[in-house]
């Protein structure tokens, strides 16, 4: 930053209007930082409901077990997508006893069949407990462990709850709605496909807004939106951003799945290959896992994942 020449304040923003930015530093001093332009990228933070009685403590999130310096000795994660699987699968290698449980009827719910199917089968060899098509009715923390009442009846107890069941913009205190900028009914920044908001001298990237909530398309977006305001008219493709999963085996997709084609009516054909008949898989011990890729009528790739 130093060397790019880029001023950097730290402390708590809240826009003004479309010029102006109010700096609350940590020993109580403000600042107010003008400039011709501004980008808002406040990104998220975790989904806590009522329900869950998050205290930081026994129920946590993701922020929390990354500060944690000892794994629990059991864990119910709440939530099978991203940030659960790989979380999950992690403090599973560390000792920890995990019981994921995931309110839809696969894990990764958002991700294509196949790919929740194999890594289901690698968590039942790790003894990684997986509850499906169950949600959470009731969570209460205790001295010593915490006990969850499945919408089932099942009861499990664990030294701590995770929540995971994703991620929401950060806007509170931001001041975006009294600045004038324009937001959807979710609660995300409204851009156009300049990513400018209701504010034309304004922009918003990332997790604020309607895409994908990825560092990668929050860094393109940023890169987009700086083109803009020094006149260009570019916007972003959303078609093709992959995404992964870091977890054993590793999973990345882009494009479409096939549920999301099915749902849309569309025509597709597929075609896979198991790990298990390439030579390097098979040299290396790695054969779980697979490629596969979906096409349309006219053989043109609209979706992947391996």
Known sequence: ????????????????????????????????????????????????????????????TSNEILDQTEPPKSLVLVGGGVIGCEIGQFLAKMGTEVTVVEMLPQLLPTMDEDVAKQLGRQFKKEKIKVVTGDGIASVEPGEDDVKVTLQSGKEISAEQVLVAIGRAPFTKGCGFEEAGVKMTERGRVEVNEYLQTSLPNVYAI????????????????????????????????????????????????VGKSEAELKREGKTYKTGSFDFKGLGKAQASGHIAGFVKVITDENDVIIGAAI
């Open 1 to 60: 930053m130093d060397h790019n020449g880029v001023k950097i304040v730290n402390g708590f923003g809240k826009l003004i209007d479309s010029n102006h930015i109010e700096v609350t530093k940590e020993d109580g001093s403000v600042e107010t930082v003008e400039s011709d332009y501004i980008i808002l990228a406040t990104g998220s933070v975790p989904v806590t409901p009522g329900v869950f009685k998050y205290d930081g403590k026994k129920v946590i």
């Open 206 to 253: 990332g997790d604020i807004i309607s895409s994908a909530m990825l560092a990668h398309v929050a860094s393109k977006e940023a890169l987009v939106a700086v083109d803009n305001i020094f006149g260009a008219k570019k916007s972003v493709n959303y078609d093709a951003v992959p995404a992964c999963v870091y977890t054993n085996p590793e999973i990345a997709v």
